[in-house]
């Protein structure tokens, strides 16, 4: 199947073609013709599955432009208003179909001017809310689309988008978008759309396979170790780090950078601009590395992110869901790495039985095996060299004096000094070690099932086995 396949507009489908993209995702082969038809839709997609375009092509198709905005996104956060914008921009242009973003933080004045011109505004609800309370701006929308509706609900702007839908017209084709699908989600869909279609991608299919996805068992004071450990083996191009914290972000960021990482964070309380530059400088590939608490990075669409680590375990499923949707998009494999302690593996195991799929076990890699990595990308990248006119001039000269094994054993010495691994041989628990500790929880929770988290975990610490060392 291609886009071809569904009855889009001309320059929509140029746009489409130009993006590259070549077959469409599963829930826009279901979304799109709904939408078409002119249902509202619930639909239900793990992130990264191309739910943007899911609804953006489909409603430009049918738009007209010229004729005021006829299409309204509200988005949980500016980050993905900015980049939903881009996205729709991208496929509406040909068609003169102009975007306004909307957000809060910003200036009144220049928003409203450009709400004038677009076609269709992305709006994050506080900001939209006022406008409209206000009678700043009046909307008369066609089409009205929650996107990521369950980054909404969790944000806390359940009031600001009941309220937002009051100065609504009744006439809208309505479309809502969520990777997960909770009770509330529901609730809130049954008031705003009419007789929708439901549009559920199957666990099976949902789950972005794309993303392979590890787990590794250590101890609370190894996860500055582990973690660096494993971007020296991975390798990674771009990845995200994601804490739990603001503070644990900035010091992270830092203790990173002084290992010579070029490294960025990310977090709630950096001014606007302050997150504008580092995520630029993130996509640029200025910053490698960057640190960031969920918030911040949710959405966040970066293409290339090769590696999503996750430095604590995030508590609910629907969070780990989200940070490890940053990586495996538009059709590119990704790796999610979380790290643990003996005590999280119960929440691990939690995590792995509401998203549904496996979360391999995996030993932190010792110095020995960073170095054989290491030697083994030299020697391709050697294969790859290509010998020149100053290399054999160099080696010509060397020869006066030293023999050629001599010489290559030099320069091969020269090439690693630099390569030296730090921190201790092993980090964190080997897969034996591992079992035994996922048993113990199993059966811990069998006996504690429905006492408290937080004493279940008091408890469980007399019980642990003494630490034991590595060195
Ligand atoms: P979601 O909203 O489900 O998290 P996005 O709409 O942000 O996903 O899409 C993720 C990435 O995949 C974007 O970079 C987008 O351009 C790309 N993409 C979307 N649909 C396709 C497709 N059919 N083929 C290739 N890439 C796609
Ligand atoms: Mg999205």
Redesign the pocket.
């Known amino acids: 199947m291609t886009f071809t396949d569904f009855n889009l507009d001309e320059s929509i489908l140029a746009a489409v073609n130009e993006?590259?993209?070549?077959?469409?995702?599963p829930v826009?082969k279901e979304a799109i013709p709904l939408i078409l038809q002119g249902q509202d839709i619930i639909a239900q997609?793990?992130?990264?599955?191309?739910?943007?375009?899911a609804f953006g092509l489909p409603m430009m198709s049918i738009m007209q432009g010229n004729n005021g905005v006829e299409g309204l996104v509200i988005v949980p956060t500016r980050e993905l208003a900015m980049q939903v914008s881009d996205?729709l921009y991208r496929f509406g242009r040909h068609k003169g179909l102009r975007t306004a973003t909307v957000y809060g933080g910003t200036a009144y004045n220049k928003q409203i001017e450009r709400i004038k011109h677009a076609s269709i505004v992305i709006a994050t609800p506080g900001r939209l809310q006022d406008l409209l309370r206000s009678g700043k701006i009046t909307l008369n929308p066609a089409f009205v689309v929650l996107d990521e509706a369950d980054e909404m609900l969790d944000m806390g702007f359940l009031d600001e988008i009941k309220d937002i839908f009051t100065y609504l017209p009744e006439s809208r084709q309505t479309l809502m978008f969520s990777a997960t699908m909770p009770a509330a989600i529901r609730r809130l869909a049954e008031e705003i759309l009419r007789e929708p279609a439901t549009v559920s991608i199957t666990k099976k299919e949902s789950t972005n396979t794309a993303i392979t996805q590890y787990y590794y068992v250590v101890q609370e004071y190894e996860r500055d170790d582990a973690l660096i450990r494993l971007i020296d083996f991975k390798i990674p191009n771009k990845c995200i780090v994601f804490c739990r914290t603001k503070k644990e972000v900035d010091r992270l960021a830092t203790h990173l950078n002084a290992q010579g990482f070029n490294v960025g964070g990310l977090h709630g309380d950096m001014e606007q601009r302050q997150r504008e530059i580092a995520i630029r400088a993130f996509k640029q590939g200025g910053i490698d590395i960057f640190v960031a608490t969920d918030v911040a990075a949710r959405?966040l669409?970066v293409?290339d992110v090769t590696h999503v680590f996750n430095y604590h375990i995030p508590f609910d499923s629907e969070s780990y869901v989200h940070r490890i949707?940053r990586t495996g998009?538009?059709?590119k494999t990704g790796e999610a790495i979380t790290l643990v302690t003996p005590d999280e593996l119960r929440t691990l195991k939690r995590i792995e039985k509401d998203v549904g799929t496996k979360i391999l076990n995996e030993t932190v890699p010792t110095r020995n095996d960073v170095q054989l990595n290491r030697t083994d990308g030299l020697i391709a990248e050697i294969a790859e060299t290509e010998i020149s006119p100053d290399a054999i001039e160099l080696v010509k000269t060397l020869q006066h004096q030293l023999d050629i094994v001599t010489i290559a054993h030099l320069l091969a010495s020269k090439l690693l000094v630099t390569q030296e691994i730090k921190g201790k041989d092993k980090i964190g628990f080997d897969a034996s070690e591992i079992e035994t500790m996922i048993r113990r929880a199993m059966q811990q929770r069998g006996n504690e099932r429905g006492r408290g988290n937080y004493r279940g975990g008091q408890r469980r610490k007399s019980h642990r086995p003494k630490q034991r060392r590595h060195y």
């Not at 993006?19 to 995702?25: D, I, L, T, V």
């Open positions: 993006a590259g993209f070549k077959e469409p995702s826009q997609a793990q992130t990264g599955t191309g739910k943007t375009a996205e959405g669409d293409n949707g998009r538009g059709g």
